[in-house]
């Protein structure tokens, strides 16, 4: 029947398809790697003609296997439609043949660049042509995946019209065909983007070659509008002849020297010839000027007008008196009074005509006021006729618009300066960091080598370095969360450093309750005073707990001296029956002795705020904020049975995510920290546990494999559970934005924004085209690599951006303030200074030049991201709003991807692509 032929006509295209891209890899690119064609051209050229085209290969030998092994058992209901739909409608395809679209062109400049300059590479394409069966050249086998998908279409609209509506290959392949639509559109589309694209940055280029010391104009935003020669007054009677050259962002200024013999070409609108209609003048590179810093001046551009419209008039009222005067002619009756006024009326409007003409330059002034770091300055400019004054204020008012309505927007991130920080231990990689709270400008940096955690302090008064870097653990360092002091006492200013280690706290949970997950968990814990006399223990029954729950009384004291417990730690993990003998035989006046000093604590503990470090080992490492940490150990440490991923600061409790699935909640009260009695709340197990914590409006979201659970934080219950990925990737970062938590996923160039309230996911956003866009200028092979293997690896909330960490060392920043349901995607934008590696973490503090000294960390960020996290999750103060703020990313290497794959043989590169640095934006 017909739709057999139909369905034999798919596969016979489909395997012709696959063997003419079998020729393109096996006869082309296969035979240019090879070592006896390898000197015809070079590797990355061939990279560059054949990019994506063996992953395409690929994709089609998957289908066309399937199509024949349906074939093979053809009956009337077999179906074809849901073979093509599992293969075809997954992301990867789209991004395929979305990179091979965008790169189409590029080859095909390649191809005829490396023709030109090889006759043997020319010959060798000739050859092969010949022997292919149908006497193909490249050109004509690279065009075939462009023309591929309108071949589905066609096929898939015949196979339907063929097929029974009761046949159940009949809504596959509906969906089958739609989706062939949809993405023949997306590849028009880009398609035709890249064609722009591509003359777009042509221009440019040229414009770099014609202007001199100007090298840095190519973005991937950037457009070239128009050029004018103009003169700007110099002094009281000179002028000196300026070339202005608009974009849609900026204003460049260039002096003019003239080409001898040359003939004068003032204005040019069209950029396919930039290089060939200025090259009549030579141009000199005098500044660049932002178009937000420009304004017309509407008092003299008024005025203007005004003189323009009197002209307009007069000029109409003279044709109209020509008309009279013919019409007055032709009167019979006697008119000569008639015709004298007349006369008069048209000498007086040539006369006003006259004025106004000889004030004609005028019209060719714009004033501009240009807003400096030195204040307004004002700048005058002449055209050479008032049209082409009116052409560019035009232009120049409609660019304005445009950049204000794409920009509508939070101030685009200054990059401010990039800190080296020198490994001293091979390995040694960022974990995380957070900033300390107080008047110190300081950020807690944490890295590990898997054997030890290290934190390094990066301060920022007088200017951004680090300070020190200092081992604290022999473990990694997981999570670090900044805790604020006790809201009731932090007016008072007294500070006392504290140094009292809690060295046995380990987590055993007693008797839980089957009815409810929430359990206190009762830790027999020792506090020793490092220097001094008190030392205490506690009692691990319930009459214990009851009566009244440890609170750890700080004391201050030196840390030089370490106790015999915390120096052993085969001592810490006793057990229940030896840490209550242990209290048994603790003498009660020791405690008595210290009275005066445990006093004097009460008062001075929580007016000083804290840093929780938590570790792969399962401990939380306690210090001041005010600590110097090369010389002062850890004031509190408290055991956990497994690691610790998670820390988190909400509504005067800590809550702490464990590898075992538990949320451990550590409260305070005017004394202090319980951090012997915690409440354990089980929301994950040991092979699911809760990844990260964050909180969204004051509940806490839990992260568990694909799915967030939301702890009511009042009555340590589920209140809900939100599937965020259905193919079981787990979370690995989430932070949260006004109403809207932004979530990523394992392995994914996907980020997934979600409405707080509903649960609803809003929209995804694909990270990818962005990032390719920014490795433009890599070497190709690197640029495949970090591609393939691309995803998310770091979020963060600040202002009114959402901030991105990849793994490919790409920064970017997602404008989010006006996230709705069935709005459009929201913009992302590359940032052009980044990583050589991982970005690791992404955190920010407020300058050191902002007037408040409290620092305001991001709100509702997740703690082991590097986002501070204890603030009302979401909603964001209007003092962080107005402050300057620092972003700090921390990574791999240090990459400008404006210049990447130039200096690629440097070896000042390779030193740095090895060491960690800390990029900082002003925002």
Not at 834 to 844: D, E, N, P
Request: proline letters at 4%.
């Amino acid at each position: 029947d017909t739709r057999t032929h139909v369905v034999v006509e798919l596969f016979n295209t489909e395997k012709s398809y696959v063997e003419s891209l079998q020729t393109i890899v096996l006869k082309y690119l296969n035979q240019l790697k090879s070592p006896e064609n390898s000197g015809l051209v070079d590797v990355q050229t061939v990279d560059e003609i054949f990019f994506m085209v063996p992953a395409i290969l690929n994709i089609h030998e998957r289908f066309l296997e399937e199509l024949r092994r349906r074939l093979d058992s053809w009956d009337k209901m077999q179906m074809i439609g849901d073979a093509f739909v599992d293969v075809f409608s997954r992301p990867v395809i789209l991004d395929t043949y979305t990179s091979f679209v965008n790169n189409w062109n590029r080859a095909k400049d390649a191809i005829r660049s490396a023709r030109q300059k090889c006759p043997a590479f020319a010959r060798f394409l000739e050859a092969m042509a010949r022997e292919h069966k149908g006497k193909l050249s490249l050109d004509n086998l690279l065009i075939k995946p462009v023309q591929k998908f309108p071949n589905y279409e066609l096929i898939f609209t015949r196979l339907i019209k063929h097929t029974d509506v009761t046949h159940p290959d009949q809504k596959p392949l509906q969906e089958a065909l739609k989706l062939v639509h949809d993405i023949l559109m997306f590849l028009n589309c880009k398609e035709k983007e890249a064609l722009e694209n591509g003359q777009r940055e042509t221009a440019l280029r040229e414009l770099e070659g014609v202007i001199e010391g100007m090298n840095d104009l190519v973005t991937p935003e950037r457009a070239f509008l128009l050029f004018d020669l103009v003169s700007m007054p110099s002094g009281q009677v000179t002028r000196k002849e300026r070339g202005f050259f608009l974009f849609n962002d900026l204003l460049v200024i260039t002096s003019i020297k003239r080409r001898s013999g040359t003939i004068r070409k003032t204005n040019m609108t069209c950029p396919g010839s930039v290089a060939s209609t200025l090259d009549t003048n030579k141009y000199k590179y005098l500044t660049k000027i932002s178009l937000d810093d420009l304004e017309i001046v509407k008092s003299k551009d008024e005025n203007v007008r005004r003189i323009m419209k009197e002209i307009e008039h007069l000029t109409e009222d003279s044709s109209k008196l020509i008309q009279i005067s013919d019409l007055t002619a032709s009167l019979r009756c006697p008119h000569g009074a008639l015709e004298e006024t007349i006369r008069e009326l048209q000498r007086e409007i040539q006369r006003q005509l006259a004025e106004r003409q000889t004030n004609d330059a005028q019209l060719n002034v714009l004033e501009l006021t240009w807003n400096t770091s030195n204040g307004i300055q004002n700048m005058t400019v002449v055209f050479s006729k008032p049209e082409k004054r009116t052409q560019w204020e035009e232009i120049f008012a409609e660019a304005k618009q445009k950049l204000a309505n794409s920009l509508e927007r939070c101030q685009i991130p200054e990059f401010f300066v990039s800190v080296p920080i020198r490994k001293t231990r091979a390995g040694l990689q960022f974990t995380c960091a957070s900033p300390t709270l107080g008047v110190q400008k300081d950020v807690w940096v944490c890295n590990s080598d898997g054997y030890v955690g290290q934190v390094c302090v990066l301060s920022l008064v007088p200017e951004p370095s680090v300070t020190s870097c200092n081992g604290v653990c022999n473990a990694r360092i997981l999570c670090v969360s900044s805790v604020p002091a006790s809201e009731e006492r932090a007016s008072n200013s007294s500070l006392i450093n504290v140094n009292i280690s809690i060295v046995d706290a380990s987590v055993n949970s007693g008797v839980q309750s089957r009815t409810n997950n929430v359990t206190a968990v009762r830790s027999p814990s020792k506090v020793t005073e490092r220097k001094g006399s008190f030392k205490s223990t506690d009692s691990s029954t319930p009459r214990a707990l009851s009566n009244s729950d440890t609170n750890v009384q700080l004391d201050s004291g030196s840390s030089s001296e370490e106790s015999d417990a915390e120096s052993q730690p085969d001592r810490v993990a006793s057990s229940h029956k030896s840490c209550d003998a242990s209290a048994a035989q603790t003498p009660n006046h020791r405690q008595q002795d210290s009275t005066a000093s445990t006093n004097a604590t009460e008062e001075t503990e929580n007016q000083q705020s804290t840093m929780w470090l938590g570790t792969e080992d399962g401990c939380i490492h306690v210090y001041n904020c005010t600590d110097n940490i090369r010389i002062k150990k850890n004031k509190i440490k408290i055991p956990h049975v497994s690691a610790v991923y998670s820390i988190l600061y909400l509504d005067n409790r800590v809550f702490v995510s464990l590898a075992n699935g538990d949320i451990c909640v550590y409260s305070r009260d005017r004394t202090g920290w319980n951090v012997s009695s915690p409440l354990t709340v089980t929301v994950g197990t040991v092979s699911n546990p809760v990844v990260k914590l964050l909180n969204v409006h004051g509940k806490l979201w839990c992260a568990i494999q694909g799915t967030i659970k939301v702890l009511n934080t009042k009555t340590l219950q589920i209140d809900s559970q939100i599937q965020i990925s259905n193919d079981s990737k787990p979370i690995t970062n989430m932070t949260v934005l006004n109403d809207y938590v932004w979530i990523s996923v394992l392995n994914s160039a996907h980020i997934k924004c979600c409405h707080h309230e509903s649960f609803e996911i809003i929209f995804e956003v694909n990270l990818a085209p962005s990032v390719n866009k920014m490795l433009s200028n890599c070497d190709d092979i690197i640029r495949q690599h970090k591609a393939a293997c691309l995803r998310v690896t770091s979020l963060l909330a600040c202002k009114d951006l959402i901030w991105v960490g990849t793994s490919a060392g790409v920064l970017l920043t997602i404008a989010a303030h006006n996230v709705a349901k069935g709005s459009s995607l929201p913009a992302v934008t590359g940032l052009p200074h980044g990583h050589t590696g991982h970005v690791r973490f992404l955190t920010f503090v407020e300058s050191p030049d902002g007037d408040s000294a409290e620092l305001l960390p991001s709100e509702g960020s997740v703690s082991s991201t590097g986002g501070p996290s204890h603030q009302t999750g979401g909603k964001s103060s209007k003092a962080a709003q107005q402050q300057d703020l620092l972003v700090i990313s921390g990574g791999d290497g240090y990459e400008d991807f404006r210049s990447a794959g130039n200096n690629t043989l440097s070896e000042v590169a390779g030193r740095e692509d090895s060491t960690n640095h800390l990029l900082l934006w002003k925002v």
